[in-house]
């Protein structure tokens, strides 16, 4: 995988994240993956298209979206995910992508994004568009934050 691509989401990730209010972004790990993809809790997946073709898949668990989304919406109690909970999730994801595509075109990489698609459950499956899967776990204040690329 070009260093590129996945430098600039990680770079999206450290960027945006202080901007909402979270203090504590660490790497925790950095792995290939195969295309299948299996996580719990809730899956945000953007197409990518352009220069570079292919996906993104944020893995974030129930409880750790619940604390960012009531992060993103001032300090409201987020008890359950509810629609706005969910749209704020949603809207990260595309704060993150947005930001990694305009680190790619700093790059000279022309890339747009789809809207994101959110998947919630236990054991959720799902096949990336590439073989080769890098994904990046992140500890953002003690919610694990996981991005596939």
Known sequence: MDVAI??????????????????????KNQL??????????????LGIVGDKKGNVAYAIDTEGAKQIASIMMMGMPVDEL???????????SNMLTANA???????????????PTMLTGEDIEL???????????????????EVNV
């Open 6 to 27: 996945i430098n600039s989401f990680i770079a999206s990730v450290t960027d945006v994240m202080p901007q909402l209010g979270f203090g504590s972004i660490i790497i």
């Open 32 to 45: 290939e993956k195969s295309k299948k993809i299996v996580a719990s809790g809730i899956v945000l997946t």
């Open 82 to 92: 509810d629609d706005m909970a969910k749209s704020a999730i949603s809207e990260l």
């Open 101 to 115: 595509s305009i680190n790619l075109s700093n790059e000279a990489i022309t890339v747009d994004i789809s809207p």
């Open 127 to 145: 096949s990336m568009s590439k073989e080769q899967v890098m994904c990046v776990e992140f500890d953002i204040d003690g919610i694990k934050l």
